[in-house]
């Protein structure tokens, strides 16, 4: 007869008796109703930050028992959020979802929410507070570019200034659009310029639209900044209807006059 060692028989007792337990814990949670709990709290805190898009994920945990399920989750304006990995969470199971909140131009603290509604019946809204401090070494005064009453084919000019906020030299590179080609825009900034603490420099833009109706077009100042590597400018243009243009958007032969 095979003679089982005492320790060996205790260890074996042990873990059939820590398995059988789990398993009644677990069937135990199932009778209780599903809970929604978020890792971290209920606020996402980027603390001190540059200009820019911060990103990070949220994570959900049905803490209580049964399937917790996620019918909406609804970000404010200012934040966006990508689709949830699961809508319908198993007691102790977790879903994540990628939050992205775009502070770009702006200065000092910002908040936004994002709302998650879940069939939690002891609170089935709950607000999630998005926040950061934001700190910009370079600010553009105003923080756009805007030219009114503007013919297709003629120019316009409009000017901004830019100033270095911080206690250090800031090199800024000359605009590079990333927007609209619907007109011809040049800058009288042509190379790099380095500002010293305090200092300010004034940007202008003359534009010529190239169609009626042009989208905006939107520039971008690289610097070496570690806050502020890049300051976003966006140009905007309104232009009036001009003579030679009838209704329909056609232009008369060249050398008949409008309406003949």
């Not at 609170?123 to 009453?149: C, F, M, N, S, W």
Request: charged share 20%; hydrophobic share 35%.
């Amino acid at each position: 007869m095979r003679i089982i060692p005492f320790s060996t028989f205790l260890f074996g007792s042990l873990f059939a008796f820590a398995a059988v337990s789990c398993q009644k814990q677990g069937e135990g949670n199932q009778d209780l109703p599903p809970t929604l709990g978020i890792v971290g709290g209920d606020t996402l805190d980027w603390g001190e930050v540059g200009s820019g898009k911060l990103e990070s994920v949220l994570q959900l945990v049905n803490v209580g028992g049964g399937t917790l399920r996620i019918t909406q989750v609804k970000p404010s304006c200012g934040c966006t959020t990508t689709a949830i990995d699961k809508e319908e969470v198993a007691s102790g199971d977790t879903a994540t979802i990628g939050v992205t909140m775009d502070v770009t131009g702006r200065q000092g603290d910002y908040i936004k929410h994002i709302t998650i509604t879940t069939n939690d019946s002891s609170e089935a809204t709950r607000r999630i507070t998005l926040k950061a401090h934001v700190v910009q070494d370079l600010i553009a005064d105003p923080g756009y570019l805007a030219i009114a009453d503007l013919k297709p084919g003629e120019k316009g000019s409009a000017s901004i200034t830019l100033r270095n906020v911080s206690d250090k030299p800031i090199t800024i590179q000359k605009p590079k659009e990333v927007g609209s080609t619907l007109m011809t825009v040049k800058f009288d900034m042509t190379g790099p310029t380095t500002l010293q603490p305090g200092d300010s420099l004034q940007v202008t833009a003359t534009a010529v639209t190239l169609n009626p109706a042009p989208a905006p077009a939107q520039y971008i100042f690289a610097t070496d900044s570690e806050m502020t590597p890049e300051l976003k400018v966006r140009l905007n243009v309104h232009t009036i209807a001009d003579a030679t243009v009838d209704a329909s958007g056609s232009t008369p032969p060249i050398g008949i006059p409008p309406g003949k």
